[in-house]
Nanobody
Framework: EVRLVESGGALVQPGGSLRLSCRTSGFVFNEAGMMWVRQAPGKGLEWVASIKSGGWGESYTEAVKGRFTISRDNAWGTVFLQMTNLKPEDSAVYYC???????????RSQGTQVTVSS
């Protein structure tokens, strides 16, 4: 059974930082590209960042470039999203997902709430 379990969401002030983690099991993690997506209230699912299986080849949506960093630890089957200089518009439920051709990604975590507010 494929499992994606994430943690790290919280309430943070504008300008603050958070690190999301997503621990995986049930598939060959080091052969899978991974991504983070998010959904703000009243909006559709939005792709945030992706990383290829080898730990290189990162890509980001324009809105988070220079502020967010995706990384992975293939030894532990975990993918991370380091978020800095957070803005209120970053508030959303964040999901990690296995990267693939389908959208929305059919296999993703349960979601964690990130709220940026003073």
């Amino acid at each position: 059974e494929v499992r994606l379990v994430e943690s790290g969401g919280a309430l943070v002030q504008p300008g603050g930082s958070l690190r999301l983690s997503c621990r995986t099991s049930g598939f060959v993690f080091n052969e899978a590209g991974m991504m983070w997506v998010r959904q703000a209230p009243g909006k559709g699912l939005e792709w945030v960042a992706s990383i290829k299986s080898g730990g290189w080849g990162e890509s980001y949506t324009e809105a988070v470039k220079g502020r967010f960093t995706i990384s992975r630890d293939n030894a532990w089957g975990t993918v991370f999203l380091q978020m800095t200089n957070l803005k209120p518009e970053d508030s959303a439920v964040y999901y990690c997902a296995i990267a693939g051709a389908d959208w929305p990604p059919p296999i993703r975590s349960q979601g964690t709430q990130v709220t940026v507010s003073s």
